[in-house]
């Protein structure tokens, strides 16, 4: 009998219940905490998490009948690998899968943005109407920088190319014919900072990456310029952030993503009327959710048999 342990957060959970194999035994519901994950790991073989579970080199040190991670998503620096890899666990993940619904979020937080929507909400919630309503900002014609392209900035680059922006890019481990072929320009971060109406985050979170965006750039963007994040919290200095439109350095900002999950109501960036959040749900759309699930249970099935996947999903390959 082989154990499974499933992150509720997985949903539509009964999609992934009916996908894996009947002779598994599935117990569904994890606390994301470290310590209560390392309360139970010892009884699973197979785990089945989300960015929220936090798979710490504790955690695998403590899981000595564990043989598989299936991460739902592309990101996976909530895994310790090297831990891993140490332990012999073979860890899976499904990449590329949700970058399309991810692209298309921070569009619509770009847009929130941009068209003042949290402001014209407060304002019928008062009783008023749009002769107190700022005026908004149009996309179209304006001057967009994505950093990171890779699976979900080149459909970011998708998407815009019907709003008529000039498009810059900036990733030092893509090639610049990529962004030709996307009728886009590749630029230094600096440069995209300094140029760029809307700046749209979408690098894999690393060491290289951890507050690549901080006091120092806030600074170099326009002060009628949009930050949107929808990569990983700690892409951003969360601190400089607060001073920044604090302090007008810059219009406004869409996030959903925050170094600490999830966001507390108490959050400073809560109180600001230019500031577009919503709880880390980029890639929670129903079809790109079936797509993750489907690939996530093909991924783990197989491997767990000792049948092959395509490498590009398994990042760590155990004993």
Known sequence: MTRVLIDQDITPTDRLLDSLPEEWEPTVGVDGDEDALLDVVADYEVLLVTSRIPLTRRVFDAAENLELVGKLGTGIDSV??????????????????????????ALTLTLACARRLRTADDLLAAGKWRDEYPLGTQISGSTVGVVGFGNVGKRVGKLLSGFDVEL?????????????????????????????????????????????????????????????????????????????????????AGLD?????????????????????????????????????????????????????????????GN
């Open 168 to 252: 810059l890019v900036t990733d030092p481990y893509v090639p610049s014919i990529d962004a030709e072929l996307a009728d886009a320009e590749m630029r230094s971060l600096g440069d995209v900072l300094e140029r760029s109406d809307v700046v749209i985050l979408a690098p894999e979170l690393t060491d290289e990456t951890r507050h690549l965006v901080g006091a120092t750039e806030l600074a170099r963007m326009k002060p009628s310029a949009i930050l949107v994040n929808v990569s990983r919290g700690p892409v951003v200095d969360g601190d400089a952030l607060v001073e920044a439109l604090e302090a007008d350095e810059i219009a406004a």
């Open 257 to 317: 993503v925050f170094a600490d999950e999830p966001l507390s109501p108490d959050s400073p960036l809560r109180s600001f009327e230019n500031v577009v959040t919503t709880p880390h749900v980029a890639a929670m759309t129903t079809t790109c959710r079936r797509g993750n699930i489907d690939q996530l249970a093909e991924n783990v099935t197989r491997l767990h048999a000792g049948h092959s996947v395509l490498d590009r999903y398994v990042p760590v390959r």
């Open 80 to 105: 310790d690998l090297d831990a891993a890899r140490d332990n012999g666990v073979t860890v899976t993940h499904t990449p590329g899968h949700n970058a399309l619904s991810v692209a298309e979020h």
